[in-house]
């Protein structure tokens, strides 16, 4: 936690105000026992009715001066709080956008959201009581203390006693429930993730007619959760009649002592009634810091979790040059004849892959092994292979979506790793196997290709718009958007659920194209398109730009047949490259692929 309130700084002031007015207000209630007790012995004793009603309108005075500081300490301490977890969620979005997919892998995406939502409200409820009661409570409690021996000093002993004991329950209760609600809180994990399996997955369940087993696992998860939180709040529960039992029990004690003291003329009545007032209020404070403590041990659980996110380092270190454009042009500059002497050794290749192995992270087997191929500018690569044979992991290596753990990937000479990330990146267009897009216009998802460059026109300008019917036309998928209601601005919903799987593979597509990339990666990325779809896609690829560089990842034998280098992987190793012709007479893989699928490739294309 003490890690995270770091984040607290821009908002000091509020920070100190905040508990700064709670002191105030709880200085002016400790003064309200003395004046009843003035109200008892003074003017109800000797019947002097005016000086009541004076010390009521004192009584009224401090009420109003207490709520007006109550209310300007909770302005600042819901400011600073909120304000605070504003600043974390922020962070906190920024550095898993930050972290690789192998950090993405272990943490998993519903751990990820629970991150950003439920624990970030639970640290920001966290600070705001902090900021209110932390110092208040004790303040009252020691304060009240205080004040009894101002009164009576035997009889404020036992306060001395009350206090201690009060402690050892509340803070023994705290130290026991902060593991337990780590423990809660990995359940909220396992029950959101198995919610949003099921929710994004609602397709599948229902068509294999599977609803009342994901029922019962789901009853089963959330079942343990509740019995995990059901422990856990009873033991916390304990707290509130505990210290009832102890307060009353010391109440007791004090009339009981008070009365005796009364009796021999040591004390007044009024100073009783104080008294008793003074250990009320600490009764009061008590359930309210116990309330507190209850709600920092949840914080505390959860501010270790999102610590844990934050500490968490990308396993792909950028490049030197990342923080400092000038740094890149001058290493840059520095590394031309060097990039120039390789690019000659490996026959003018634009891209390089060197004996690169490849394994994902405590996997039991490398899923790449001696992957070793050049590439120059412009050709398309074809890559096939059966299942899992590791077409995508070869093709995200290029993007540095995973490093390489042993050899190299060279791009026009230089490691992956010695660029940017954002400016390698910027030369790569990729189209994922799963078509991702985002809820909002064909033309806010078309935006994203383009967003990230100089010089380019914004908004709804021509200039843009001609660039993204230029892209659709490309990726095929002009036609259906001319017939969508507003074109560019038909509205797309979450995940493009209103658009079909061959439309949202389209304009996935054209959303990489429209970036005019050096780089071109279609994983996969055509298994939802006809045939004469996908022939027509390849060939406006083709001959949108001879410059770019394309590879085309894919179980079909007729996407990639008329490539300028066709790899087959089989068990992460390239067991043949070359051209369509030399493959069939010289790689026993490929022939196997691709005679299995001749028959039925010519039969979709004679009926197309």
């Known amino acids: 936690m003490r890690k995270l309130l770091v984040y607290l700084k821009d908002y000091k002031k509020e920070s100190l105000l905040g508990p700064l007015f709670k002191l105030l207000e709880a200085s002016f209630e400790l003064f309200v026992p003395l004046v009843i007790a003035r109200i008892v012995d003074t003017g109800i004793s000797g019947e002097d009715y005016g000086f009541v009603w004076k010390m009521g309108g004192v009584l009224l005075l401090l009420a109003a001066i207490g709520l007006v500081c109550s209310v300007t300490a909770q302005y600042f301490a819901a400011k600073a709080a909120t304000g605070f977890a504003t600043s974390l969620r922020h962070l906190l979005f920024s550095h898993i956008q930050s972290l690789s997919y192998t950090e993405m892998d272990k943490l998993g995406t519903a751990a990820m959201i629970t991150r950003m939502t439920s624990d970030i409200n639970q640290v920001q409820s966290g600070v705001n009581l902090v900021l209110r009661l932390f110092l208040r409570s004790p303040f009252i409690v020691f304060g009240a203390m205080i004040m009894a021996f101002t009164i009576d000093v035997k009889a404020a002993f036992i306060f001395v006693v009350t206090i201690p004991l009060l402690s050892v329950v509340v803070f023994g209760i705290m130290l026991i429930s902060i593991p337990l609600y780590k423990k809660v809180q990995a359940g909220l994990d396992r029950v959101l993730g198995r919610t949003r399996e099921n929710l994004t997955g609602v397709r599948v369940i229902r068509a294999f007619n599977r609803e009342d087993e994901e029922l019962e696992a789901f009853t089963e998860e959330n079942q343990g ?45 009024g100073q009783v009634i104080a ?11 008590l359930v309210k810091l116990a309330n507190l403590i209850i709600t920092v041990t949840k914080a505390f659980a959860c501010a270790d979790r999102i610590a844990g996110v934050l500490e968490m380092k990308s396993s792909l270190p950028q490049g030197e040059e990342e923080a400092d454009t000038r740094t890149a042009a001058r290493i840059q500059e520095q590394d031309t004849e060097k990039r120039i002497g390789e690019k000659r050794a490996d026959g003018g290749a634009y891209i390089r892959f060197k004996q690169v192995d490849f394994s994902y992270k405590d996997a039991g087997a490398d899923a790449l092994t001696d992957i070793d191929f050049a590439v120059e500018k412009g050709q398309t690569v074809g890559i096939i292979g059966g299942t899992g044979s590791g077409k995508t992991t070869l093709v995200h290596l290029l993007p540095r979506f995973y490093d390489v753990s042993a050899g190299e990937v060279l791009l026009d000479g230089k490691n992956v790793r010695e660029y940017p990330l954002a400016a390698l990146r910027s030369k790569i267009g990729i189209v994922m196997q799963k078509s991702v897009l985002f809820h909002g216009t064909v033309r806010e998802n078309l935006r994203w290709g383009i967003v990230d460059e100089e010089n380019e026109p914004r908004g709804t300008s021509p200039a843009e718009d001609a660039r993204m019917w230029e892209a659709l036309e490309i990726a095929q998928a002009k036609e259906f958007v001319e017939k969508k209601e507003g074109g560019l601005d038909f509205e797309i919903e979450q995940g493009g659920k209103n658009l079909s799987g061959g439309q949202r593979q389209r304009m996935s597509i054209a959303r990489a194209v429209v970036r005019r990339p050096e780089i071109l990666i279609l994983d996969d990325s055509a298994s939802a398109l006809g045939f004469a779809t996908d022939a027509a896609l390849r060939r406006a690829i083709r001959n949108a730009s001879e410059d770019m560089t394309v590879f085309i990842v894919s179980q079909r034998a007729a996407s990639i047949m008329y490539a300028d280098k066709i790899l087959v992987l089989d068990d992460g190793k390239i067991v043949g490259q070359g051209t369509h012709q030399e493959l069939l007479k010289s790689c026993e893989v490929y022939q196997e692929i691709y005679y299995s699928q001749f028959e039925k490739e010519e039969s979709h294309i004679g009926q197309e």
Do not use: K, W
């Open 225 to 269: 959760l509740t019995r995990m939180q059901m422990f856990v709040g009873r033991f916390s529960a304990c707290m509130n009649p505990v210290t009832y039992i102890i307060v009353n029990a010391a109440t007791v004690v004090l009339i009981r002592t008070g009365a005796v003291r009364v009796d021999s003329g040591i004390l007044t009545q």
């Open 275 to 285: 008294l008793v007032n003074y250990m009320s209020q600490i009764l009061v404070e």
